[in-house]
């Protein structure tokens, strides 16, 4: 059955139930027992895509802070003139940056065919929590028009909070970054 979401309007979420279900020794993914072992790969790659996704939407929400801060006139001056706005607007670019090198390394050692668990979790979790804050900030930019349906900014924050939560979520991400951490160091 299809799952109603806040967001993400282009990939549905559906429920599926195996119960008793047999499947034939040759139609099994990789050997008995391994799964978990495998999910966990899966999860490793996906995390890419999904700090991916968050970029795109951490770059609309700056892209949308930008036009509407040029725009939008306070006391004779478009509001891009404005120290504060000025912040949040270089806030986002450095974070949006960091966050996109960081998946491109990620993407690099995936595709060199090194280790990339640790990297991985660390693309998704930057990529994701940069895009929660841009989104946040592209509202505190546009005032109450970013709190309106029709908005873009109002979108982008409903569709970043989810890239927080799947493919693990940013407290799993920390832990899976520690943990590599502490066998890296304790070697």
Partial sequence: ????????????????????????????LGELGQGFKIAMKTLDAGRIGVAGQALGIAQASLECAVAYSQQRHAFDQ???????I??????????IWAARL??????KLKDEGHNFTKEAAMAKLMASE?????????????????????????????DARITEIYEGTSEIQRLVIAGNLLKEMSM
């Avoid at 478009?78 to 504060?84: A, G, L, R, V, W």
């Avoid at 960081?102 to 993407?107: D, L, P, R, S």
């Avoid at 895009?131 to 900014?153: E, K």
């Fill in 1 to 28: 059955a299809v799952v109603s979401t806040q967001s993400t309007g282009g990939s549905s979420t559906c429920v599926i139930n195996f119960d008793n279900c047999l499947i034939d020794k040759d139609c099994l």
């Fill in 78 to 84: 478009p509001i891009s003139k404005m120290q504060t």
């Fill in 86 to 95: 000025q912040n949040k607007l270089a806030d986002m670019e450095c974070r």
């Fill in 102 to 107: 960081t998946n491109w390394h990620a993407a």
């Fill in 130 to 158: 940069t895009a929660t804050y841009c989104a946040h900030q592209a509202i505190q930019v546009l005032g109450g028009m970013g709190y309106v349906n029709d908005m873009p900014a109002e979108r982008h924050y409903r």
